[in-house]
């Protein structure tokens, strides 16, 4: 029985939501002349969606471009008497898009948390200026969101939907000759996408990792500056950005225009860190700025030594730790004693960003005492382990050669009688 209602659940309910949402789009062509019209001509726009989030608002064609979406007559539907105005000019979109997006009176009908200084945002963007001056190659309102098929963010298909901005963006970033026209270099997708962020969200999926407009901005999109970069990667690695921010190196930064972050990790294509960042080896970053002889030097290579020795004791642990657990004795202790050296290992890593060899070697030095207390208890657990297995070798000797001589005994026995 139960089994039965579960199919009937399965079978109706589709059935009665395709049957709703038939019925709600004969609704929509019999009010919308529009709609009708144009499909009955093959006219619908190439990007026109039934998904779209104005269209299920019943906002349809005449909530955008005016006109009378009740009559089948062209003339009168589209009369500019009843306020038909048609394609908006590329310069008039954000406006065109603002008439609904900036008022709160009409927003708070549909969506009352959105914002609504998109347009206000907009034209302090660089998109926005250039648009006002006359450029109309850049990014406006429908470049981004579309003009037919638009739906919210949190909705997979939404061409703003996490996964989907690099892609969207690169419409127009990935464009080498749009892009040479204003000297910016067309492979930010090919960085981003091979970039620690980028494997997190284009290959794991996972919507945390920061996309285009998590660094750039969303409408007010703008290259973070000398100043505001730190913070950008702040929003995220708040520790690293404190850790920075009160570190000797911030202000001879700020003098240099270095960017903060991206001066050692990079832009798009950040590469996932190492230790081998740190010191004054071939992949160091280090050494970028600093030779031999200058303190800058000496205390990169400090910092280096002190994270290659300690992560050099807690990998010796984690493999004692192994044994132990192979030889199955008890790993109980010694794994809670390596989570908290793992924790002092990543907090090391950075405090690196404050450039002080005393602070990571305080950090590396709780560490190092953590992960001795672990060793130390690792190899009584394996000496205990062997000491268990010799004196059971042993005792199985000694029972052997009872065993033997108990035999030899008995055969003894038999010949005297």
């Given at each position: 029985m139960k089994k039965r209602l579960i199919y009937l659940t399965l079978i109706i309910l589709p059935a009665f939501a395709i049957n709703n949402f038939a019925q709600n789009e004969k609704?929509?062509?019999?009010?919308?002349?529009?709609?009708?019209?144009?499909?009955?001509?093959?006219?619908?726009?190439?990007?026109?969606?039934?998904?779209?989030v104005h269209r299920h608002a019943d906002l349809s064609c005449s909530g955008c471009h005016g006109g009378d979406k009740t009559s089948s007559d062209q003339d009168?539907?589209?009369?500019?008497?009843?306020?038909?105005?048609?394609?908006?000019?590329?310069?008039?979109?954000?406006?065109?898009?603002?008439?609904?997006h900036s008022s709160i009176n009409v927003m708070r009908?549909?969506?009352?948390?959105?914002?609504?200084?998109?347009?206000?945002?907009?034209?302090?963007?660089?998109?926005?200026?250039?648009?006002?001056?006359?450029?109309k190659n850049v990014a406006e309102c429908t470049s981004c969101h579309t003009a037919h098929s638009i739906l919210p963010a949190g909705?997979?298909?939404?061409?703003?939907?996490?996964?989907?901005?690099?892609?969207?963006?690169?419409?127009?970033?990935?464009?080498?000759?749009?892009?040479?026209?204003y000297k910016l270099p067309s492979n930010q997708m090919?960085?981003?996408?091979?970039?620690?962020?980028?494997?997190?969200?284009?290959?794991?999926?996972?919507?945390?990792?920061?996309?285009?407009?998590?660094?750039?901005?969303?409408?007010?999109?703008?290259?973070?500056?000398?100043?505001?970069?730190?913070?950008?990667?702040?929003?995220c690695h708040v520790n690293n950005m404190n850790y920075f921010s009160a570190s000797p190196m911030a202000k001879p930064f700020e003098e240099l225009d270095y960017h903060g972050c991206e001066q050692c990790h990079g832009n798009h294509g950040v590469k996932k860190t190492n230790d081998g960042m740190i010191g004054i080896g071939e992949n160091s970053v280090c050494i970028d700025c600093h030779s031999e002889g200058d303190a800058g030097y000496?205390?990169?290579?400090?910092?280096?030594?002190?994270?290659?020795?300690?992560?050099?004791?807690?990998?010796?642990?984690?493999?004692?730790?192994?044994?132990?657990?192979?030889?199955?004795?008890?790993?109980?202790?010694?794994?809670?004693?390596?989570?908290?050296?793992?924790?002092?290992?990543?907090?090391?890593?950075?405090?690196?960003?404050?450039?002080?060899?005393?602070?990571?070697?305080?950090?590396?030095?709780?560490?190092?005492?953590?992960?001795?207390?672990a060793i130390k208890l690792a190899d009584a657990q394996i000496d205990e382990y062997y000491t268990r297995r010799n004196g059971f070798a042993a005792a199985t000797a000694i029972f052997l050669i009872i065993a033997i001589g108990l035999l030899l005994k008995i055969r003894e026995l038999k010949k005297q009688t």
């Open positions: 609704k929509l062509d019999k009010t919308d002349q529009c709609v009708a019209c144009h499909s009955e001509n093959d006219m619908l726009p190439a990007d026109y969606s039934d998904y779209d009168v539907a589209m009369s500019p008497a009843k306020g038909f105005i048609g394609v908006p000019d590329k310069k008039d979109i954000p406006k065109f898009c603002g008439k609904c009908t549909y969506q009352p948390r959105i914002a609504t200084d998109q347009v206000e945002q907009y034209y302090t963007s660089m998109h926005g200026k250039r648009l006002i001056a006359g450029d909705d997979p298909r939404s061409t703003v939907y996490a996964l989907n901005v690099p892609k969207t963006c690169n419409k127009c970033h990935g464009n080498k000759e749009l892009m040479d026209k090919e960085e981003y996408s091979k970039s620690v962020h980028g494997i997190e969200l284009l290959e794991k999926k996972d919507t945390g990792a920061p996309a285009c407009n998590d660094c750039h901005g969303n409408h007010g999109a703008m290259p973070p500056g000398v100043n505001s970069i730190s913070h950008v990667c702040g929003t000496l205390t990169a290579q400090v910092i280096s030594s002190y994270l290659f020795k300690f992560n050099s004791e807690y990998n010796l642990a984690e493999k004692k730790l192994l044994e132990v657990r192979d030889k199955g004795m008890n790993d109980v202790e010694i794994g809670f004693l390596l989570q908290d050296a793992n924790q002092d290992l990543i907090q090391s890593r950075t405090l690196v960003h404050t450039f002080d060899t005393t602070q990571v070697g305080a950090k590396i030095k709780d560490g190092f005492n953590i992960t001795n207390k």
